[in-house]
């Protein structure tokens, strides 16, 4: 969003949690004036994105939350992107790969964290068969990579896909 906000974009935003839309609009009064950015337009909830229903978007981003939440609620999220992109518009995500240690790289399960940080959340993970899937048709993709990240101190590594699509 800081980036948006930078580049000169009228600047939205949803999220399911309200302490991290709060702290988002927090953090964002720091760094802007108010004629750079409305708060207003930052909303959280399961409905948040309804808000929104009449509007057309040049350029839809989805920073690491798809893959935060079942596949099937990530379809629907789709769905309603593709009825909210204006014609020319492009939509941006990534989600994280099965690409990392101790699984296989076409690992697409929908897993419950265990770990401390975010335990009982959903961990989502893709192949890029599995992100055709995400897409129902609805975006053809522009680029699709995947990014590995090998960690020298601890001997490990981790993937994210991210892609870049226009809608059909
Ligand atoms: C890993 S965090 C990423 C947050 C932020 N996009 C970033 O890049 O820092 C995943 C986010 O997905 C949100 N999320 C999970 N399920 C959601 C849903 N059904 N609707 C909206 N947001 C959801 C979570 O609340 C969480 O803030």
């Not at 399960?109 to 129902?136: H, M």
Request: one cysteine or more; glycine letters at 6%; aromatic letters at 12%.
């Amino acid at each position: 969003m800081k980036l948006g906000i930078e580049l000169g974009f009228k600047v939205f935003g949803v999220d399911l949690s309200h302490n991290a839309v709060e702290s988002t609009k927090a953090w964002l009064a720091q760094e802007f004036a108010t004629d750079k950015f409305d708060p207003k337009r930052i909303i959280a909830g399961p409905s948040a994105m309804d808000a929104f229903k009449d509007f057309k978007f040049n350029v839809i981003l989805a920073a690491s939350c798809l893959d935060s939440m079942y596949f099937s609620v990530a379809m629907e999220f789709v769905a309603k992107f593709r009825k909210l992109m204006a014609p020319e518009g492009i939509f941006i995500f990534d989600v994280i790969s099965g690409d990392e240690t101790g699984r296989s790289r076409d690992f697409v399960g929908d897993l419950v964290v265990d770990s401390e940080i975010e335990k009982g959340t959903i961990q989502s993970y893709y192949n890029q068969k599995k992100i055709e899937d995400l897409l129902q048709s609805q975006f053809k993709i522009v680029e699709s990579v995947l990014l590995r990240v090998e960690d020298n101190m601890m001997d490990s590594y981790s993937g994210r896909h991210f892609i870049a699509c226009v809608p059909v």
